[in-house]
Each structure stands twice: as structure tokens, then as C-alpha cells.
């Protein structure tokens, strides 16, 4: 071999010791970016062991986990261990929590829009409204709950809400006079037990259990799923099958964790968040029609209120909330219209 060649041999050595080098560099760095894509978002919720809002969380996190094949996990914090629904949403308003299913009240208290959800007896089945939630008035309150940085990715449900109490049965309006009942912190659920003349008094739900077993309040108002979790029944004598309003559960990202999230996977969310809310209504249906019964038996007693009464006595509501908030109540009302056809 000349002393050129054996020159020429060496270079190609040592170029290929560079591309070796340059290949191992470049696989760390892969490492290590897949390594810093690795997440934990924090989930809190303020539902009970048991509860639709609960299972589907719990859904959600797997869904997610499974989805971006281990890397994104979802701690689910549940029974407002991480604070009251209103106080997680301001945690996510703030940036110091990524995920809350929360509340349609104390979404209310930041977007006096969604309160519209709860006119009295605008719903008398979830169904009825989960069309709406997901179509251009449910988009319209998304954007003017991102406004207020609170990103809702999807409306899950809570369903339909009669009144426990202490003190009797309440079968018409006039029942409910002088009667102190616990409400969430929504300005619709306070301005319908006004029109009542109940004396609302907001409690947060985490506290609930204990102030309607000390006396503190006589009763309150909640779904069946809720009063079933949370294990209400056992500290309330009467339950009254009013009906007289509808929640949803907003589940709610915040922006600035959804912004730090690649594309693929906010679709792995995306997706994951849309399974678990079909599940999650379907569940709070199915949990619903057999709970009456489990409720009987573990002791409460049960009668059914005169809806049409209480349906008339709330009607100044309407036009309060019509003063109020203007076009989004006819656009709710009209669309209704649309969903019963
Ligand atoms: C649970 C509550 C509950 C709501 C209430 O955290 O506060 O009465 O109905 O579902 O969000």
C-alpha cells in the first residue's frame, strides 16, 4: 500500500469513527428528549369512591396512560382532597393544577353563562341536554371559559337534582319555606330556592355531609348518583323527587399545560377525554335508574314532588336570568325546543 493510500485509509477510519459518534449522540438526545416528554398531570375532582365522575377520571387516566404508550400518567386526586371545586378551578386559572371535573356552580361563579344550563326544568332527562353541550352553544361556553383561563376539553354530566331534608316531605313549594338547604356555590340554584322561599345557604360539597349531620343546614339539593357517593341519605330523613334543575361537569385543562403538550399528544387527551364522558354518561344513567331502590333501602323516604307547582313558582327566574344574561337563555330555550322534536 503507498503512503497515499494508507493516508486515505486512515481518514475513512476516522470519519467513520465520527458518524459512529455523531449516531450515539444523536440516540441519547433521542433518549433523553423521550425521557423528558415523560409527564405526570395532576387530576382533582370532588366526587366520592363510586361515582360516575370517579370511575370515568379513573377511565380517563388509563385511557391516557395506554394512549401515549406509558408516558403521560394521570394522578387522579378525588373527594376535593386538593380543595373545594371552586378552588380548584382557581388553582387551574393559576397554573397550579393541570386538570379539575369540576362543577357547573362554581364554573358559574367565573362564566355566569353556564349557570343557563341550570334554568328549573329546562331538562327533565341529561340526555335532553348532552345534544346541546355538544354542539354551538357548548362550543360558546368553552371560548368564554378560555377567556377567563379555564380550557374545557369536554361537558361530562351530573345529572338531574332533587332536594333532601330533615324537617318533611316536601311535596309543593310552600314546603320549602323557612327550610336552610345547603346549595352549591351557583348563583342559578340560590336564585331558584329564593323564588321558593327556602333560605340557600353555599356550602362547599366536601363539607356537606358533616353540616347536614350536625344541624348546621336541614337539607340539600344533589342527583341521585351524588346522594348515593357521598352517602347523604344516611344523615337526611326525606327525599323529594323535585327535579328542578340540571348540572353538567365540566372538565377543564389548563392552557398553559395544554400549550406545553406536543400535538400528538393533546390527541391522545382529546381522545381519551371523549371516550371517558361516554362512558361517564352512560354510568351516571345506568347508576341512576337503580339507585332509587338502593336509596329506600338504606333508609330514607321517598316521595315524589308536584313539579308542575314548582315549575310555576320558579318562572320569574327566567326572566331574572333573561334580564341577565340576554340572548344565551332564548338560545337555550329555542335549542331545547330543537333537541325534544
Ligand atoms: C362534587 C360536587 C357535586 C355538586 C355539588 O364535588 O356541589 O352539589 O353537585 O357534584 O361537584
Not at 500500500?1 to 469513527?17: A, H, I, L, P, Y
Not at 351524588?226 to 385543562?253: A, D
Not at 344513567?285 to 338504606?298: H, I, N, P, T, Y
Request: some cysteine; proline content about 5%.
Amino acid at each position: 500500500m503507498s503512503k497515499g493510500e494508507r493516508g486515505k485509509e486512515e481518514k475513512m477510519k476516522d470519519s467513520t469513527v465520527i458518524v459512529l459518534l455523531v449516531c450515539c449522540l444523536a440516540c441519547a438526545s433521542l433518549l433523553i428528549a423521550a425521557e423528558a416528554e415523560a409527564r405526570t398531570l395532576i387530576l382533582g375532582h370532588g366526587a366520592a369512591p363510586g361515582n360516575p365522575r370517579t370511575l370515568a377520571c379513573d377511565v380517563f387516566a388509563k385511557l391516557v396512560s395506554d394512549g401515549s404508550g406509558g408516558r403521560i400518567s394521570i394522578q387522579v386526586q378525588g373527594s376535593e382532597q386538593l380543595g373545594s371545586d371552586v378552588e380548584m378551578l382557581q388553582a387551574v386559572q393559576i397554573g397550579a393544577l393541570d386538570i379539575t371535573a369540576n362543577s357547573q356552580g362554581p364554573l358559574a361563579t367565573i362564566v355566569p353563562e353556564a349557570a343557563t344550563f341550570g334554568l328549573p326544568f329546562l331538562f327533565s332527562m341529561p340526555q335532553q341536554a348532552w345534544q346541546i353541550l355538544d354542539g354551538p352553544i357548548g362550543d360558546k361556553l368553552a371560548a368564554l371559559s378560555e377567556n377567563q383561563g379555564l380550557k374545557v376539553l369536554a361537558w361530562w354530566d351530573n345529572g338531574i337534582r332533587h332536594i333532601t331534608n330533615n324537617v318533611r316531605p316536601i311535596k309543593g313549594p310552600t314546603d320549602l319555606h323557612g327550610i336552610k338547604l345547603r346549595t352549591p356555590k351557583d348563583p342559578m340554584t340560590i336564585d331558584i330556592f329564593k323564588a321558593l322561599g327556602a333560605n340557600p345557604t353555599p356550602i362547599a360539597f366536601g363539607e356537606l355531609y358533616l353540616a347536614l349531620r350536625q344541624g348546621t343546614v336541614d337539607g340539600q339539593e344533589n342527583p341521585l348518583v351524588n346522594i348515593w357517593s357521598s352517602k347523604l341519605y344516611e344523615v337526611q330523613k326525606y327525599l323529594s323527587l323535585s327535579g328542578h334543575k340540571y348540572e353538567m361537569t365540566p372538565f377543564i385543562i389548563c392552557p398553559k399545560t395544554w400549550q406545553s403538550l406536543s400535538s400528538q399528544d393533546q390527541e391522545v387527551i382529546q381522545h381519551a377525554v371523549q371516550l371517558a364522558k361516554t362512558y361517564q354518561r352512560l354510568e351516571l344513567v345506568r347508576q341512576e335508574s337503580m339507585l332509587l331502590d338502593k336509596l329506600v333501602a338504606g333508609g330514607i323516604k321517598v316521595n315524589k314532588a308536584n313539579q308542575p307547582a314548582f315549575h310555576q313558582a320558579t318562572k320569574p327566574v327566567y326572566e331574572s336570568w333573561r334580564k341577565k344574561m340576554g340572548t344565551i337563555v332564548d338560545d337555550l330555550l329555542k335549542a331545547t325546543e330543537d333537541a325534544r322534536k
